[in-house]
C-alpha cells in the first residue's frame, strides 16, 4: 500500500534532517541498546550511556556535556536513553556496535455519566460485570495524560482496600503536589518533563505545574472516565444532571503526567511507559497521538509493545481527524485502538431566524441567556467588506471589528482556533452570542462546548441556510436577525450510538491487514471531573468553576475501554492483552437502539467498517465470548517479518532477533492471529484472485461445547471455512481452522479502490464470536 502524505512527509523532513549533518542544531533522540552488551567496568547502564556520548563528543566539551545531554534511561520497555544531539552525532551514535536504533523524537497531541448506564454498567445489577469483578479493585490503571485534580470527589478513597501489596509504585511530590495527594484511589503519580523542556526550554510555572498536579483538565477527565467514583449529584453548568461514575469505579489509579503546554514528548512518553510497567500497572491508557509512522519510528508503538508483552493492556484514543479515510493514528496490533460513538443524551438548541425558520443544534452553554422573545441583529463576518474576510469567517482573534459586531449574534465558521476561542472573540469584539457552524468536511456531525457567551453549533447543512438568509435579508428592507433558544438535556435520544464525525477512520495506513480502529466507545459530550484550576470552555479568561465537564474525542472514548479492559481482567486474570482486546472486539455490535445499521454522523448515512471496527463495545458480553484469539509476542515478530521488516527493525520494536525464514513461508501479514479478517488484493487486470487465512480460537466458555460457523460472504467473494465446526472438549483448549477467500470476475477501474465488507460467526447457541471479513481491491494506475 502507498505510503501515507502524513508518512512521506514525516520521511523527507527526517532525511532532510539528516543530510544537514553540518547543522549544530540539536533535537531529541531516542537510543536504542544491546542492554546485554554493557562492559562490566561500568557500574550502571547510565554510566555505559554517558561514556558512549563521550566517545562521538567533540572531546573539549565532552565532561560537562554527556551527564547533561542524557533525558531519560529507559530499562522496562525499551533499553536505551534519550539525549539532545545534533544530526551528525546522531550518525555517530548509531554506527557503533552497541547500538540498535536511533530514533528521532515526535511531539504528540492530546486527542481532544450516562455512558456507564447506557453501555449496560448500571450498579444495581447485581449479576453484572461490576459485581462479578468488585469493580476492578485489585486492577491499576496507568493513565499517561496532563496529570490528575486529585481533590476531586471522583477520586475519594472511601471504603476502598488497602493499596494492593504488589504495587511497586510512588507518588512523586513537586509544585502543590505533596506526596499526601495520592490515597487508596490515586496510587501513584510521577511527572515527566526533560524531553519537553529540552526542547522548549523552563517551563512557565505560572501557568503549569512542576508536579503531577493537572493544569489542563484533559486528564482529569480521562482518568475520572476510567475510574472515576461515583458521584452524587454530578452535572455541568446544570446540563446532564445525575450520578457520574467511571467504568472501573473501584479500580486504583496510577497518573504519568506526560503533555505540557508545548504537547507531549517522545521521550517522556516512553519514560512513562517503562515506569508505569515497572510499578505494576494492569492497564496503560493514552489519549494521545501523532503523525502515523513506520513502527520501529514509532515510540509509542515500541513502548506499548514492551508493555504488552509484560501483560499490561494499552488502549489508545484513534484520534480525532475524521471522517476522512486512512485517519486512524495509534494503529499498531498490539494496542487496542479506540474510535468515538455518540450516547443516547444530547443537549438541544435551536436558532430562531428573523423569517421563522428553525435550525436545530446542541449547546451546554450555561450562564444568563438572551431575552426571551427578543431577536437579535445577526451578521456573518466572511460577508463584511474590507479587512482578512477570511480570518474575520473563522472569527479569529482581532479579526472582528467592534463596531460591526456589538450588540450582534456573530456567525462563526470552525476550522483553525478552538470553538471555545471563537466564543471569546466574539465576546470581547461585544457580540452577544454566537452562532458556530460546521464546514462542509465536518458535516453533520456536532460537539456541545461550555461557552463563554450564548452559543449554539450547528451543522453544515443549518450553516449554508442561516448564511444564505443573512445574504438574503441584509438585501432586502428586513435587516437579518435571530435568537437562540437552549432546550437543557434530552435523554433516550435514538438513534444511538451514531459514529462520531470527528473519529479517525481507517483503512490502516501502516498495516492495511490489520483493521483499525478496533472498536469504538462513547467519545461525544462526555461528563467527567475537572479541575479547580480552569474553567469549563477552557480559555483563560472563563473563571467560572465546575466540579465538572463535558469534553468530546476519541481522548474520552479510549478511558472508557481501559476501565472496561480493567474489569475484564479483574474477572479473568490469565487473559492477555489480545484475549482481553478479541472478548471486547468479538462480541461488539453494529446496530443502533433502533435495530438498524449504526450510522455515520458527518453523513447520516449507514457506517462502515473501517468507522467503527468490529463495532461499539459490549461490555457484558465481552465478560463472556466463549472463544478468544490469543496472540504471543513471537506471533508478533512474524507479523513484522511479514510486513517485510528488517532484522534491525524488528528488534527495535520487539528486543528480540528474529528468522524471518519460518515465519514467511507460513505465510502473510494478514494471518496473524487478530479477530478480524483483512487482506489486500492488488488487481492488475487478473478477474481471479484469492488468499487464506489461518486463525486459532482458545475455548473461554463452557468445558464442552460446539461451535458451527455462519459465513456473511463479502459481495462478490466466495468464502470458505475448514473445518465449519469445532468441537471443545476443555476449557483452554485451542483449534485451528482455515479461511480461503475467492474474487471472481471482480472489475476494478485503474487509480481506483473496492473494498468489500461481510462477516465470521463462530457460534455453540450461546455465545456468538462475530470476526469482520474485508476485501480490499486496489487497481494502481
Known amino acids: 500500500m502507498a505510503p501515507s502524505h502524513t508518512l512521506l512527509s514525516f520521511i523527507i523532513t527526517l532525511t532532510a534532517t539528516l543530510a544537514a549533518a553540518s547543522s549544530h542544531k540539536k533535537s531529541t533522540f531516542i537510543v536504542q541498546v544491546h542492554h546485554e552488551a554493557k562492559p562490566s567496568i561500568f557500574p550502571t ?18 565532561t560537562e556535556t554527556t551527564a547533561a545531554a542524557i533525558l531519560h534511561t529507559y530499562d522496562t520497555v525499551f533499553h536505551g536513553f534519550s539525549a539532545k544531539l545534533s544530526p551528525l552525532e546522531a550518525q555517530k551514535l548509531e554506527s557503533l556496535s552497541h547500538v540498535i536504533a536511533v530514533i528521532p523524537e515526535q511531539v504528540r497531541q492530546l486527542h481532544t455519566t450516562r455512558s456507564p448506564q447506557f453501555l449496560g454498567l448500571k450498579t444495581a445489577d447485581n449479576a453484572g460485570l461490576l459485581k462479578e469483578t468488585d469493580f476492578g479493585s485489585d486492577l491499576v490503571i496507568g493513565v499517561l495524560d496532563t496529570g490528575i485534580w486529585p481533590e476531586r470527589e471522583s477520586f475519594n478513597d472511601r471504603d476502598l482496600a488497602p493499596v494492593p501489596p504488589n504495587w511497586k509504585g510512588s507518588c512523586v511530590p513537586g509544585r502543590d503536589f505533596p506526596a499526601t495527594s495520592c490515597n487508596r484511589k490515586i496510587i501513584g503519580a510521577r511527572y515527566f518533563y526533560a524531553g519537553y523542556e529540552a526542547t522548549n526550554g523552563k517551563m512557565n510555572e505560572t501557568l503549569e505545574y512542576r508536579s503531577p498536579r493537572d493544569s489542563d483538565g484533559h486528564g482529569t477527565h480521562t482518568a475520572s472516565i476510567a475510574a472515576g467514583r461515583y458521584v452524587f449529584p454530578a452535572s455541568t453548568l446544570g446540563y446532564a444532571k445525575g450520578m457520574a461514575a467511571g467504568m472501573a469505579p473501584k479500580a486504583r489509579l496510577a497518573v504519568y503526567k506526560v503533555c505540557w503546554i508545548g504537547g507531549c514528548f517522545d521521550s517522556d512518553i516512553l519514560a512513562a511507559f517503562d515506569a508505569a510497567v515497572a510499578d505494576g500497572v494492569h492497564v496503560v491508557s493514552l489519549s494521545v497521538g501523532g503523525v502515523v509512522v513506520p513502527y520501529y519510528l514509532d515510540v509509542i508503538a515500541i513502548g506499548a509493545f514492551g508493555a504488552s508483552e509484560a501483560g499490561v493492556f494499552v488502549s489508545a484514543s484513534g484520534g480525532n481527524s475524521g471522517p476522512g479515510s486512512l485517519t486512524v493514528t495509534n494503529v499498531a496490533p498490539w494496542m487496542t485502538t479506540v474510535g468515538a460513538g455518540t450516547i443516547d443524551r444530547d443537549f438541544p438548541a435551536k436558532v430562531r431566524l428573523g423569517n421563522g425558520k428553525i435550525i436545530r443544534g446542541v449547546s451546554v452553554y450555561g450562564g444568563p441567556g438572551l431575552t426571551p422573545g427578543r431577536l437579535y441583529p445577526l451578521m456573518y463576518a466572511g460577508n463584511e467588506a474590507g479587512g482578512d474576510v477570511y480570518s474575520s469567517s473563522l472569527c479569529m482573534e482581532g479579526s472582528l471589528d467592534p463596531k460591526m459586531v456589538r450588540g450582534k449574534i456573530v456567525v462563526c465558521d470552525r476550522g483553525i482556533n478552538s470553538r471555545a476561542a471563537k466564543g471569546e472573540v466574539v465576546k470581547e469584539a461585544g457580540g452577544v452570542a454566537m452562532i458556530l457552524t460546521n464546514g462542509v468536511f465536518d458535516g453533520e456531525g456536532l460537539v456541545a462546548d461550555c461557552h463563554v457567551l450564548p452559543a449554539i453549533s450547528v451543522g453544515a447543512r443549518g450553516g449554508d441556510g442561516i448564511r444564505n438568509y443573512i445574504s438574503a435579508a441584509s438585501k432586502s428592507r428586513s ?29 490502516n495506513p501502516q498495516s492495511p491487514e490489520i483493521l483499525k480502529p478496533d472498536v469504538i466507545a462513547p467519545g461525544l459530550n462526555i461528563l467527567a471531573a475537572w479541575p479547580d484550576s480552569i474553567g469549563p470552555s477552557g480559555v483563560a479568561s472563563d473563571e467560572r468553576r465546575t466540579e465538572f465537564n463535558i469534553l468530546s474525542g476519541t481522548s474520552m472514548a479510549c478511558p472508557h475501554v481501559s476501565g472496561l479492559a480493567a474489569l475484564l481482567k479483574a474477572a479473568h486474570p490469565n487473559w492477555s492483552p489480545a484475549a482481553i482486546r478479541s472478548a471486547l472486539m468479538t462480541t461488539a455490535y453494529t446496530v443502533d437502539n433502533r435495530g438498524g445499521a449504526m450510522l455515520d454522523e458527518s453523513t447520516g448515512n449507514a457506517s462502515s467498517v473501517f468507522d467503527y471496527g468490529a463495532g461499539h463495545v459490549h461490555p457484558e458480553k465481552a465478560m463472556n465470548p466463549g472463544l478468544v484469539y490469543d496472540i504471543s509476542a513471537y506471533d508478533y515478530v512474524d507479523f513484522l517479518c511479514n510486513s517485510n521488516y528488517t532484522a534491525k527493525n524488528i528488534r527495535t520494536v520487539t528486543r528480540k532477533g528474529a528468522d524471518c525464514s519460518g515465519a514467511k513461508s507460513a505465510g502473510h501479514a494478514g494471518n496473524l492471529n487478530y479477530p478480524a479478517l483483512s487482506a489486500v488484493f492488488q488487481y492488475h487486470g487478473k478477474t481471479h484472485m484469492s488468499t487464506h487465512f489461518i486463525r486459532s480460537v482458545t475455548n473461554v466458555g463452557d468445558p464442552t461445547s460446539v461451535y458451527k460457523v455462519a459465513i456473511e460472504p463479502p459481495e462478490g467473494m466466495r468464502v470458505t471455512v475448514e473445518p465449519e465446526r469445532l468441537s471443545f ?30 462477516s465470521m460467526v463462530w457460534s455453540d447457541g450461546k455465545h456468538t464470536v462475530t470476526s469482520p471479513l474485508i476485501i480490499t481491491m486496489q487497481n494502481p494506475l
Do not use: C, M
Open 45 to 62: 547502564h547510565k554510566h555505559w550511556y554517558e561514556s558512549s556520548l563521550a566517545s562521538i563528543f567533540d572531546h573539549a566539551t565532552a
Open 479 to 507: 435587516p437579518p436577525t435571530a435568537t437562540i433558544e437552549f432546550e437543557g438535556t434530552r435523554l433516550g435520544v435514538k438513534p444511538a450510538p451514531v459514529v462520531a464525525s470527528f473519529s479517525a477512520r481507517g483503512p
Open 729 to 758: 472438549r476443555r476449557l483452554g483448549q485451542k483449534l485451528n481452522f482455515l479461511v480461503r477467500v475467492e474474487a471472481r470476475g471482480v472489475k476494478v477501474s485503474p487509480g481506483s479502490t473496492s473494498v468489500k465488507s461481510g
